[in-house]
């Protein structure tokens, strides 16, 4: 199972953390997801039915800007 750490620098308060979160759980082949807000990041177990790009433009979508590591 891949797993992906995303680099999200917009990442600045428990909301933002919150909607992350939530957008992560929202989607569809994300198996376990994890932010920490301290380092500006997030984890995300997945299925390699959805790549780390197409995570990467979700939370874009939603205002996140965020790089796989």
Request: aromatic fraction near 6%; proline fraction near 6%.
């Amino acid at each position: 199972m891949p797993e992906t750490t995303f680099h999200i620098p917009t990442l600045q308060t428990q909301d933002d953390a919150d909607a992350v979160m939530f957008e992560l759980q929202d989607l569809p082949c994300v198996n376990q997801a994890d932010v920490n807000l301290a380092e500006h990041t997030a984890w995300v177990s997945h299925t390699a039915m959805i790549s780390a790009d197409d995570i990467a433009a979700k939370l874009q979508e939603a205002g996140f800007e965020a790089q796989p590591v």
